[in-house]
T-cell receptor, first 112, second 112 residues
Framework: GDSVTQMEGPVTLSEEAFLTINCTYTATGYPSLFWYVQYPGEGLQLLLKATKADDKGSNKGFEATYRKETTSFHLEKGSVQVSDSAVYFCALSTIEGNQFYFGTGTSLTVIP | SAVISQKPSRDICQRGTSLTIQCQVDSQVTMMFWYRQQPGQSLTLIATANQGSEATYESGFVIDKFPISRPNLTFSTLTVSNMSPEDSSIYLC?????????FGPGTRLTVT
């Protein structure tokens, strides 16, 4: 069945460091891919998305590219800030859009 | 996009009691979803609620424990019945729109 495998955390980085959180997926067909972010004490917010192969989603300095050949959607940011400290979830949705599969989440802490 | 509100935002309840969580959306949507997020874990889908029909429950969740109402296209409730400390979680409401899911802020439940 469809699934998402996400890099385990927690991840601790110094401010201005480069961030990569790995995400790979298994799916039949052509899913849409997402990164959600959950700040402490809050619900999930959509960070970025990509709906087809080679699409790049970007938002708030974060980027992820939909790689069909490697079934990956790794999240990257060139220079993290303390305010980026949160839990990040990779997710996919089926073509129908009503079945969502979430990764286990990766906790990121950025220290000054 | 959709804006979702939930009530209450948090509650502390005694074991054996029940709590009803409300979810309000600012637009009409066909499908609404209820998730549980246990401490430090990813999201687990409890059920899918369509207006005008019975909710569809995922494996491990039953209607007697988590009854759901969906009286119209903008509102749903989830009741956590006969609570035990194992029910302490964040409960999240979400809606699907154009292959994305939008989440409410969550209800943080602690059962003592």
């Amino acid at each position: 069945g469809d699934s998402v495998t996400q890099m385990e955390g927690p991840v601790t980085l110094s401010e201005e460091a480069f961030l990569t959180i790995n995400c790979t997926y298994t799916a039949t067909g052509y899913p849409s891919l997402f990164w959600y972010v959950q700040y402490p004490g809050e619900g999930l917010q959509l960070l970025l998305k990509a709906t087809k192969a080679d699409d790049k989603g970007s938002n708030k300095g974060f980027e992820a590219t939909y790689r069909k050949e490697t079934t990956s959607f790794h999240l990257e940011k060139g220079s993290v800030q303390v305010s980026d400290s949160a839990v990040y979830f990779c997710a996919l949705s089926t073509i129908e859009g009503n079945q969502f599969y979430f990764g286990t989440g990766t906790s990121l802490t950025v220290i000054p | 996009s959709a804006v979702i509100s939930q009530k209450p935002s948090r509650d502390i309840c005694q074991r054996g009691t029940s709590l009803t969580i409300q979810c309000q959306v600012d637009s009409q949507v066909t499908m609404m979803f209820w998730y549980r997020q246990q401490p430090g874990q990813s999201l687990t889908l409890i059920a899918t609620a369509n207006q005008g029909s019975e909710a569809t429950y995922e494996s491990g969740f039953v209607i007697d424990k988590f009854p759901i109402s969906r009286p119209n296209l903008t509102f749903s409730t989830l009741t956590v019945s006969n609570m035990s400390p194992e029910d302490s979680s964040i409960y999240l409401c979400s809606v699907a729109s154009a292959y994305e899911q939008y989440f409410g802020p969550g209800t943080r439940l602690t059962v003592t």
